[in-house]
């Protein structure tokens, strides 16, 4: 069975820094693509990050590009988004999701954590 659990969400005030963690068991990680996506509420899901399997590229949205640094440990099956700079507008569920290809769309990931919330005050 394919689990998926994401962890390090919380509150923070604006400019300030949370690293999001996700943990994988069931399948093979090290030959999975990983990405971030992120729900605010009454909003849509949006890409936020994502890594190939191998952890040689990266793919960020224009919105956190420069604030927010995605990584992959494959001796741990983890992957990591360091977020920083961070912006009110940065709010909402956090989701990590693993897929066969990187990807900006989440139709192609095929396995889903139940997301970690992140708040931001002003």
Do not use: H
């Amino acid at each position: 069975q394919v689990q998926v659990v994401e962890s390090g969400g919380g509150l923070v005030q604006a400019g300030g820094s949370l690293m999001l963690s996700c943990t994988t068991s069931g399948l093979p990680f090290s030959v999975y693509a990983m990405g971030w996506f992120r729900q605010a509420s009454g909003q849509e899901r949006e890409f936020v990050a994502a890594i190939t399997w191998d952890g040689a590229s990266t793919f960020y949205a224009r919105s956190v590009k420069g604030r927010f640094t995605m990584y992959r440990e494959n001796a741990k099956a983890s992957v990591f988004l360091q977020m920083n700079s961070l912006k009110p507008e940065d709010t909402a569920v956090y989701y990590c999701a693993a897929g066969p290809l990187i990807s900006r769309d989440d139709k192609n990931y095929s396995y889903w954590g139940q997301g970690t919330q992140v708040t931001v005050s002003s």
